[in-house]
């Protein structure tokens, strides 16, 4: 990570006389970071309950992120950003058509048609989808070994990811739990979360396909996992992460607008008719999109992408009192399972990929003193060589 004098200064903050420890700051980024993203689900169903076109959102959206991004992604990233190519462009022009135009608009399909809580439990389900996309890929030398606990683990993981996916989709069930209605503007002139939110209730989504609106979802975690997958290779030829973010943003609003030539024709649509819908669109580009995106990066970087993986299903449970408060949404037996289930899930993937760590480690013990103990010099390279690329693929899995 570098010398001891740079690291203490990266792993306290001194605010007023105190050090704050790392560990701390990254546990508070992360609680922060996920309060942001459940009021994002909040909030972008309540555009949607306010009649905001699902074209124009992403697209005003991805232009905020774009203008927010771009500054830092230009003077940061002077140094370590590679010359751009043709062949650099058009794998930017496919992330962005995988990661933030059937990313995005999957998930507001879905969103439409279903709950911001099944939404943001389905999502709980993107890492395990991740690492099977990536086993099948023999991305990252990964190997699933059913002989020990953690290949076990990490396949069980996933099928009850798979499981609850599928609870969710096919089986709505009878309501557990019909909040009072939404909060409503009786004193007009100081209520806040009517005119952000809008006096909308969400209901059970009447009129609505539930099965479509879960399907769609699934493609939108599909869309995010493959994203991260075939992202991976092309960091490590651009190590510019926000510079290849900013041209996804770009890449992004050109697809979507694209989009709706042919399916907007409505001039209206691209107006903003009511404060709500005002807030709503910037919380999406500048906290949801910008913000947020430069957090999860120093909390990948600095706590490792299982920490922040950890930390979904808090989410989950933020969004769930968000939108009973606020939206009036009913919780049903189907998606209350099914969160469980994925949730599950989730934590038996994570805790195989710490195993797998640690018997990687424990490994390299091993191998260790046998090494020093042999003076042949073959054996050094090899070990020195295989044994980090080992563990920064189950790492990085």
Not at 86 to 96: D, I, N, R, W
Not at 122 to 138: C, K, Y
Not at 261 to 277: K, L, N, P, T, Y
Not at 289 to 294: C, L, T
């Amino acid at each position: 990570m570098g010398d001891n004098s740079g690291s203490a200064a990266s792993r306290s903050l001194s605010i007023m006389g105190c050090s704050i420890p790392e560990k701390l700051q990254l546990h508070v980024a992360m609680l922060a970071l996920q309060f942001g993203y459940a009021g994002f689900h909040v909030v972008s169903r309540a555009a949607l309950n306010m009649g905001i076109s699902k074209i124009v959102f992403p697209v005003y959206r991805n232009i905020l992120a774009l203008l927010l991004l771009l500054p830092f992604a230009y003077f940061l990233e002077k140094k370590e950003r590679p010359p751009i190519s043709l062949s650099f462009l058009v794998q930017f022009f496919l992330l962005a058509v995988v990661g933030i135009t059937a990313n995005q608009g999957f998930y507001l399909l879905g969103l439409d048609h279903t709950s911001p809580t099944f939404a943001s439990a389905i999502q709980n389900s993107v890492p395990a989808i991740t690492f099977l996309m990536a086993a099948i890929l023999r991305q990252a030398f990964i190997t699933i070994r059913l002989n020990r606990k953690d290949g076990i683990g990490k396949v069980a993981g996933t099928l009850f990811c798979v499981a609850g996916a599928s609870v969710i989709t096919l089986y709505k069930g009878p309501t557990i739990y019909s909040p009072p209605p939404p909060l409503q503007g009786a004193n007009s002139g100081y209520d806040i979360v009517s005119p952000m939110l809008g006096s909308l209730s969400l209901g059970d989504a009447k009129g609505k396909n539930w099965t479509l609106g879960c399907i769609f979802l699934i493609g939108h975690c599909l869309s995010w996992s493959a994203w991260l997958v075939l992202q991976a290779p092309v960091l490590k030829k651009y190590p510019a992460r926000l510079s290849v973010t900013s041209y996804q943003c770009f890449f992004g609003v050109i697809q979507f607008l694209v989009i709706a030539g042919f399916v907007e024709r409505d001039s209206q649509a691209w107006m903003i008719h009511s404060g709500g819908e005002l807030f709503s669109v910037f919380y999406a580009g500048i906290v949801a999109s910008g913000i947020a995106f430069a957090v999860q990066i120093w909390c990948i970087d600095r706590g490792g992408p299982v920490f922040v993986a950890v930390y979904q299903p808090v989410q989950t449970l933020v969004v769930a009192i968000m939108a009973s408060v606020a939206l009036g949404e009913e919780f049903y037996l189907g998606g209350i399972i099914g969160a469980v289930l994925i949730i599950t899930g989730l934590y038996l993937v994570l805790w195989g990929k710490n195993e797998e760590r640690k018997f990687a480690m424990q490994k390299a013990a091993i191998q260790s003193p046998a090494d020093h103990s042999n003076n042949r010099t073959p054996s050094l390279p090899k070990s020195s060589l295989a044994q980090p690329l080992l563990s920064q693929s189950t790492e990085n899995a």
